[in-house]
């Protein structure tokens, strides 16, 4: 898809999601250039939610303005490295994706605890009811892809449709490199429990790898498809280096 294309396909996109869910968004930038990782080969930025507060008793979208901009580079090279990229798909989840970020944030300005709101659904995931399955979001950011929720610990990892998967899963605790088993079966996202040696005794951890394709339309409920597929697993990690 040429950029002139993308670019106007995207504004379709955006004037079909309703205005509510938009108010406080200043506007749609779509940008020519790729946003690549930093340190990681393949991995592109393919939109970010800028946001800016202003000081006021009110907190609202009058006062939490965003820019939702879109990295055109990005998805065209996605495209080259996926045979079955498609472009409809990932540009409404990730206008969605994105939304979901503002509207995070009108929610922090107007008191909402995030905190407890992802102890709340832990609550849920532990007891087998129904729940958020991004909800550890919501809690402390650790950096590197960690989130900690009371005491329990999530590593989130994407992993896209159609990519090779490997036997394996590896992560990074404390400087340490391990590795679990990767399941059979990952839906769209899927807790592995991990435990072993020199992993925190106190809590569980667990790594979370989220299906990347159809994400964002599936896992919230204001732009809700259909409900996601979420299993579960365990497994014991081992050193990185280790024989399987």
């Not at 396909?9 to 790729?34: S, T």
């Not at 939304?99 to 532990?126: I, P, T, W």
């Not at 040696?197 to 994400?215: A, S």
Request: aromatic share 12%; with cysteine.
């Amino acid at each position: 898809m040429r950029f002139e294309e993308f670019e106007a396909r995207a504004w379709e996109l955006w004037e079909k999601i309703p205005e509510r869910y938009r108010a406080g968004v200043d506007g749609l930038v779509v940008v020519r250039d790729a946003k690549p990782h930093p340190s990681l080969p393949d991995i592109y930025t393919l939109g970010e939610c800028v946001t800016e507060d202003y000081l006021s008793d009110y907190a609202g979208p009058e006062t939490t303005r965003s820019v939702v901009v879109l990295y055109y580079g990005s998805f065209w090279r996605l495209s080259r490295l996926d045979e079955e990229f498609d472009w409809d798909e990932e540009l409404w989840e990730t206008l969605t994706h994105e939304l979901q970020h503002h509207l995070e944030s009108l929610a922090a300005e107007a008191g909402l605890v995030s905190m407890d709101y992802a102890a709340d659904e832990n609550f849920k995931r532990r007891e087998g009811e129904p729940f958020d399955p991004l909800f550890y979001r919501s809690g402390e950011r650790l950096g590197q892809g960690w989130y900690q929720v009371e005491e329990d610990h999530f590593l989130e990892q994407p992993y896209r449709d159609g990519a090779e998967p490997g036997e394996w899963i590896e992560f990074e605790w404390e400087g340490e490199r391990y590795r679990v088993p990767r399941p059979a079966r990952l839906g769209d996202v899927c807790f592995v429990r991990v435990d072993g040696p020199g992993l925190p005794e106190r809590g569980e951890v667990f790594v979370v790898l989220v299906r990347r394709k159809r994400l964002a339309a599936a896992l919230r409920g204001l732009f809700r498809r259909a409900a996601p597929e979420v299993r579960e697993a365990e497994a014991t990690a081992e050193p990185a280096g280790g024989q399987g």
